[in-house]
């Protein structure tokens, strides 16, 4: 078979499943049961990298943790980034119970309450005048459906986007996205009129601009990044749409001022900005949108992931009401678009958000995060930069800070460590410990998951 034979992609979203390490922590972590119900997973599903074998199992969720079938217990600091509220809120789950009893299903071409609600909800959050929806059971539709909005409203075709970024799995969503795992080698072909740059990595600059202890040193870049999207622009002539994530989820934070030079070279050369914040959005950033950081509102946002409270799946795009221009046709038309059910769980996840005042949270409690892993990075000569906005935040290992070499075995080290401390987050890029906790988090439970961190550091990496 032609995929057997295929080289393996480069690792970017998350730690590696088949790894000598993960097969080492399997084996003196899982007992009996769990191996059963892993080997039942691995024989029933479509193996793929991340998923497939499964890290371990799931027996319980519950606000800020997680609990296997042995018992053991980890706070979660993944989530895949739907676990804003954390897992099972009361409120949540008695709303889509009522919603259940009072009306469980809408076909697609009867209004209903929670649909409308939501929409008007959705509007009323978002930046400038984004006001019109479209709903989807799930972020990378969305992506599509803004990518036909594009081509509608510009004429055009050409999208430009970032090498990197991951912006979902269907062939539309890959075909923007930048990860070899989703859209590379067997998956292909992909769209046409796909354009990628390099990405924003100021840590990692890929024009081979130095960074200053993880800052750009824009006298001297001239904010090249910006730049390359403006000069792709002006040679192709004919773009519909820049799409890309406000906020890297790598995580990598925008330099100052990119965003707002992306967008006026969007608008010199007539394409649509296309703002992806499936993982960012409703406050993990701590502002209700990443995009808010930066002041640059743009044409579309799509979201996803946490609008469904961590329960039920759900996604949005929202527009300009100025790019309504296609009633005769049909970019979305899901089944499921106007579920009041799901459209209930978004509502009230966000009344959630709002209630208990949960981006002040991320905001506050996550800029603390920060400042005590680089206190970590001041102990500890592994850790190559400390970067995030939030609940979004990270440290990047490497095995040397002046040549800043992967440290990729040590991320692993660290990372099964702090599994067997009762602490769960991802790897990205092979080297990034990547941390997303819930909104919910107390100061005592970010004290006790960055305790772990600091305890596997010092047993993998002394100082």
Known sequence: MKGSSSPAPQQAEG???????????AERTHDAKSRELLAEDARYFLHQSVSTPCLSTIAKAEGAWIEDVQGHRYLDFHGNNVHHIGYGHPKLKAAIAKQMDELPFAPRRFACEPATALARKLSEISPGDLSKVLFTTGGSDAIEVALKIARAATGRHKT???WDAFHGAGFGAASVGGEQMFRSNVIGPLLTGTEHVAP??????????PDKDGEPQLDLCKMTCANFVRYVL???GDVAAVIAEPNRAVPFIPPPGFWKEVRSACDEHGALLIFD?????????GKMFACDHDEVVP????????LGGGILPIAAVLVRPELDIAGQYAFGHYTHEKNPVTTRAGLTTIEIIEEENLVENAATLGASAINRLNEMKDKYKNIGDVRGRGFLFGAELVLDRESKEPANDLAEEVFYRCLDKGLSFKITMGNTLTFTPPLILTQKQMDEALSIVDEALHESAPA
């Open 160 to 162: 430009i986007s970032f």
């Open 200 to 209: 924003f990595a100021c840590y990692r600059c890929p024009y081979g601009y």
């Open 299 to 306: 044409d579309m946002l799509v979201m996803g992931k946490a």
């Open 277 to 285: 914040e499936i993982p960012t959005g409703l406050g993990k950033t």
């Open 15 to 25: 730690e590696i499943n088949t790894s000598a390490r993960r097969v080492d922590w």
């Open 234 to 236: 002006e040679k192709e």
